[in-house]
């Protein structure tokens, strides 16, 4: 998370300012903002920006936009960022969105908004004693993002009282190199794929603020061409996104499914027109939220990942079952049960957020907020009071925003979890197949040397008389004399009686010629003497 990228730092060269850029920017006090921020809905600065978007060296973006129009900056310094926040925007842009990709580059930012008292040199008392709490405790090692690495569907929901702030990890089905020798036992059980950390805010402010974990730290945006078709996978949705805040894209080459209402007008109704201001905001932090592309690449299509391999699995199975195949469908199965866990921390991401906040009488009773009834009559106190309704956390969404993030629950309920639900149970079925499968493999192994033991136990059964017919023949007896002829005469008998004499025992007892039959001759007799009998006792 801490890789240099000075593109977020350092201002790009100075170009013409935009004669239609409004005083606002002007006013901020920034002399090369005028510089950096452009018309979104110019053909030339979108397809730069557009560009921009899918850079890895750059650093973070700012969008301001309404009905009419919309400006966009990318790569801005501290000064700017501050400048932005500080200074009230327009009714005509009423919606900004703050994107960053490399949040280190910014800490700068974070620490004046939100200033952290740090240990100089004379509270080294205190560095020691953490020091040393920190070697007898490991647990005072662990940071968030150690935490969000190890357990992927972490998901975090925070209110405050002017914003609500989600974070929570995305999985994307990107390729991997991934080598038995070079990786872990524990790293076969986690899905294939880039994992990659997201806050997202939305302020009251009407400002959505994204940020992002760098997927490939120490990396300086330097990519290979792997890495680059990587993090175009990455951010295909925030890009979509972003092309729908311009009015310069070229809409008839978009699918259906990725036009998104936030910019683009529904309908021209007077309730519409009256509460799309009101809208964009939480319509733009839900389309950030909603990535529904990479849940369809990871569980929902037909051919997906875990699908495939359990469909090869069980063919593989078909042509011969091992127990290799067990370890195999384990591993799956706690791929999947992680996937699991990640879609049922959004529906709970999703619970939260449409969760309303409710006043209780112990934090009335127990804080400075009264009701609106109550409020004129303790004007007159010398301790200040809070309205109600600015005591509750979070930032209210509309019912545009609302209604999607309940359809957003329904889809992940309804083909994510189901879906994989489905290839546990398939799961476990291969593995009950494949345990049939060796057990039926073993019994034909039985079964073959059965016959081979029948066999041989026949041919020696076969020529025992012929034995000891030869025996008695070579036995010299006084009187007795015995000619040729009459030697192989009765060696073709006494073959011939035991030919007929095994062929019965074999047919009798349901094992002629070393195989099973369906049923025992004498099992045949039994049941026709015995159908016999009933036939006649009921003509009778």
Same mark, same amino acid.
């Given at each position: 998370?801490?890789?240099? =990228?000075? &593109? ?65 900056? @990318? ?21 900004? +969105?703050?994107?960053? +990709?490399?949040?280190? !580059?910014?800490?700068?930012?974070? &620490? ?65 190199? %991934? ?27 009407? *400002? ?18 792997? $890495? ?13 996104? @972003? ?7 070229? /809409? ?61 699995? %069980? ?11 067990? !370890? ?14 990640? =879609? ?12 309303? &906040?409710?006043?209780?009488?112990? /934090? ?10 109550? %409020?004129? $009559? ?23 925003? %609302? ?25 476990? /079925? ?39 017919? *030869? ?6 007896? &006084? ?9 192989? *005469? ?14 019965? @025992?074999?047919?009798?007892?349901? *094992? ?29």
């Amino acid at each position: 998370m801490d890789a240099d =990228h000075p &593109q977020a730092s350092t201002p790009r060269p100075l170009t013409s300012t935009d004669p239609q850029l409004p005083e606002y920017y002007q006013d901020i006090g920034v002399t090369y903002l005028l510089q950096e921020f452009k018309n979104l809905d110019d053909r030339a600065s979108f397809e730069l920006f557009e560009r921009a978007v899918g850079n890895p060296k750059t650093g973070n973006f700012v969008v301001d936009f309404g009905d009419e129009e919309a400006w966009c900056g @990318f790569d801005l310094a501290v000064d700017a960022f501050n400048g932005l926040l500080e200074a009230k925007r327009p009714a005509a842009l009423n919606t900004r +969105w703050i994107n960053i +990709w490399y949040p280190a !580059d910014h800490k700068p930012t974070l &620490q004046e908004k939100s200033p952290v008292p740090s240990l100089d040199l004379e509270e080294g008392s205190e560095t020691t004693e953490l020091s040393s709490l920190s070697e007898l405790d490991p647990l005072h090692n662990i940071n968030h993002y150690s935490i969000v690495d190890d357990v992927w569907h972490y998901s975090s929901v925070d209110w405050g009282r002017r914003y609500v702030c989600l974070g929570y990890n995305s999985l994307y089905s990107v390729p991997t190199e %991934r080598r038995e020798d070079e990786y872990p036992q524990s790293h076969r059980d986690l899905p294939d794929g880039k994992r990659v950390w997201t806050w997202l805010l939305l302020c009251e402010d009407r *400002t959505v603020i994204s940020i992002h974990e760098d997927p490939y730290p120490y990396k300086n945006g330097d990519l290979d061409k792997q $890495e680059q078709r990587a993090l175009n996978v990455i951010r295909r949705n925030l890009l979509n996104v @972003f092309r729908q805040l311009s009015k310069a894209r070229n /809409s008839a080459k978009e699918s259906p499914l990725t036009i998104l209402p936030i910019r683009k007008q529904v309908g021209d109704s007077k309730e519409e027109t009256l509460h799309r201001p009101t809208d964009a905001p939480g319509l733009l932090f839900y389309y950030l939220f909603d990535d529904w592309y990479t849940s369809y690449g990871l569980v929902v299509k037909r051919e997906h990942q875990h699908g495939a391999e359990l469909n090869q699995l %069980r063919e593989a199975m078909l042509q011969k079952a091992e127990l290799s195949h067990v !370890d195999r469908l384990h591993h799956i199965g706690r791929q999947l049960a992680v996937l699991k866990r990640i =879609h049922q921390s959004y529906e709970r991401i999703i619970d939260r957020v449409l969760e309303k &906040q409710k006043a209780t009488l112990a /934090s009335l009773t127990n804080s400075n907020i009264l009701p609106g009834l109550q %409020r004129e $009559e303790s004007v007159s106190s010398s301790q200040p009071q809070i309205a109600e309704a600015e005591s509750l956390l979070g930032v209210s969404l509309s019912s545009a925003a %609302r209604v999607r993030f309940e359809r957003l629950k329904d889809l992940i309920r309804l083909y994510a979890l189901s879906e994989i639900q489905d290839c546990l149970d398939q799961k476990e /079925s291969l593995v009950m197949m494949n345990f049939n499968l060796i057990a039926i493999k073993e019994s034909y192994s039985v079964e073959r040397l059965t016959r081979i033991t029948l066999l041989l136990a026949k041919v020696t059964i076969l020529f025992m008389p012929v034995s000891l017919m *030869t025996a008695y023949f070579s036995t010299q007896l &006084q009187d007795v004399r015995f000619t040729s002829h009459a030697y192989w *005469t009765a060696f073709a008998v006494v073959l011939s009686a035991s030919i007929c004499a095994l062929m019965l @025992f074999g047919a009798v007892s349901g *094992t002629l010629e070393g195989r099973m039959v369906v049923r025992p001759l004498s099992r045949v007799l039994v049941d026709f003497w015995r159908g016999k009998v009933g036939g006649s006792r009921t003509g009778a």
